[in-house]
């Protein structure tokens, strides 16, 4: 799922978060997700939580759901994200307006993600030309996202099997190792993901291996957050299992992704102490 923030005056990020959603809903599923101003909290009862279905169709509400939440929740089933009103987001951003002249709440923050395009008003921006340059962006995956991929197979009814790997950050191996407190990654760019595809299609040749899907994550992922997920289509669960334990082993051997790692007491690039 590619995710990407609308970024400017209210009325112009709304009107361009809207001509951008029937573009990209040419070619895919396409959720907006919209921050509302208000004063009202958002759930009065004793639930964390409250889902309605009307006749529009299901609305929620609740005071602990983060934007993460949010995505991760629609990353299985969608093909874009839209978020309005997020400009802090470390997500890719259309920009609306002059950046030096926006108010305090229109300027991005320094964890803010990189912008795309930027355009002086609504009737600037060229839909076309966003999605273009929303495609050179990584997606957003999940573990979730990434097996409702594979169950969506042609060849998902001759599987009985799924297996899946999730890497993620610890705080430490041993006990008088110093914290890790987050881990910042690097792909060599182009040839990173052209390596992972070529793995992938590599495995999904053995027999009764369906489908193979790997997502690496960069930036900052911090203690505890997840980095790495391999999932695997089979026809049985001794070809599932073997093939994702190789696809893990191939990924962190022949992809050239770079990890620095940093601690309560230092930080360091892990290649150059290897």
Known sequence: MYVLSVVGPDAATRTVADRLASRFGEEGRV????RAETNVEPNDG???ARYELSEDGWSASGGDRSLSDLLADLAPDHDYALLVGFPEADVPQVRIGDAESTTESDVTSDAAGDVLVS???AASVDPAEVRAALAGTEPYETLESLVAEVKRSDDAPYSGAIATFT???R??????????????FEKYEGVADDRMEAISDELTEREGVYEVAMHHRTGVIEYGEDIVFVVVLAGHREEAFRTVEDGINRLKDEVPIFKKEVTTDEQFWVHERS
Do not use: F, Q
């Open 171 to 184: 705080a430490k191996e041993d006990d008088d190792d110093e914290p890790t407190e987050l881990l910042e």
């Open 119 to 121: 355009a002086a008003d």
């Open 46 to 48: 004793p639930a964390a």
């Open 167 to 169: 890497g993620r950050v």
């Open 31 to 34: 959720a907006e997700i919209r």
